[in-house]
């Protein structure tokens, strides 16, 4: 069971290039979530989906853009990036946002923007 | 805007001990907490999962409870073991279908064997 997969797991991009990550879920889940994980201020919510089609901001969407096309993929898009978006990425999926299900992370992906 | 946070950021402890790590939330209408592991360089492991109408939840070792109306919650370990070092994670989900996860900063926890 793979659950929550994220690619690539590493990458290093120069300041304005631009890159997509991707999220795909095995599990059937409605939620998508992106965030990111920073030294000192923890994880914090970049974007979200509530169904196929669906997406929504988070806490710091700022130069990032997603997309839902097809229920199993989250993407999370840089148009142009800056080395602010330093970061380790996280996926995470759930069946709905009723109290008894938990968030399924993926393992990150590690960005580097030199 | 909700607000977690862990205490202490960091614990050092000897094998075997018993031990307690807190989380507190400034915002006491959520849905659920959950405790997460976070082992170096890798992903968020789902330790436990309490629904805001619950007091306690047990897995194993590990019991966390929840008071939701002084809005905090403690993930207690027992006879701790040197492969329970790693990050522990508190999060809160304020539901609506929206809006994520509000995560504490994490407590690093290191066992002595």
């Known amino acids: 069971n793979a659950g929550v997969t994220q690619t690539p797991k590493f990458r290093v991009l120069k300041t304005g290039q631009s890159m997509t990550l991707l999220c795909a879920q095995d599990m059937n889940h409605e939620y998508m979530y992106w965030y990111r994980q920073d030294p000192g201020m923890g994880l914090r919510l970049i974007h979200y989906s509530v169904g196929e089609g669906t997406t929504a901001k988070g806490e710091v969407p700022d130069g990032y853009n997603v997309s839902r096309l097809k229920k199993q993929n989250f993407l999370l898009g840089l148009e142009s990036a800056a080395p602010s978006q330093t970061s380790v990425y996280f996926c995470?999926?759930?069946?709905?946002?009723?109290?008894?299900?938990?968030?399924?992370f993926g393992d990150g992906t590690r960005l580097s923007i030199l | 805007k909700q607000e977690v946070t862990q205490i202490p950021a960091a614990l050092s402890v000897p094998e075997g001990e018993n031990l307690v790590l807190n989380c507190s939330f400034t915002?006491?209408?959520?849905?659920?907490l959950q405790w997460f592991r976070q082992d170096p360089g890798k992903g968020l492991t789902s330790l436990l999962l309490?629904?805001?109408?619950?007091r306690e939840q047990t897995s194993g070792r590990l019991n966390a409870s929840l008071d939701k109306s002084s809005g905090r919650s403690t993930l207690y370990i027992a006879a701790s073991q040197p492969g329970d070092s790693a990050t522990y994670l508190c999060a809160v989900y304020s539901g609506g279908g929206a809006d994520g996860l509000t995560f504490g900063k994490g407590t690093h926890l290191i066992i002595q064997p």
């Open positions: 309490i629904q805001s109408s619950q």
């Open positions: 915002d006491s209408a959520i849905y659920n």
């Open positions: 995470a999926s759930s069946d709905s946002g009723q109290p008894n299900q938990p968030q399924h």
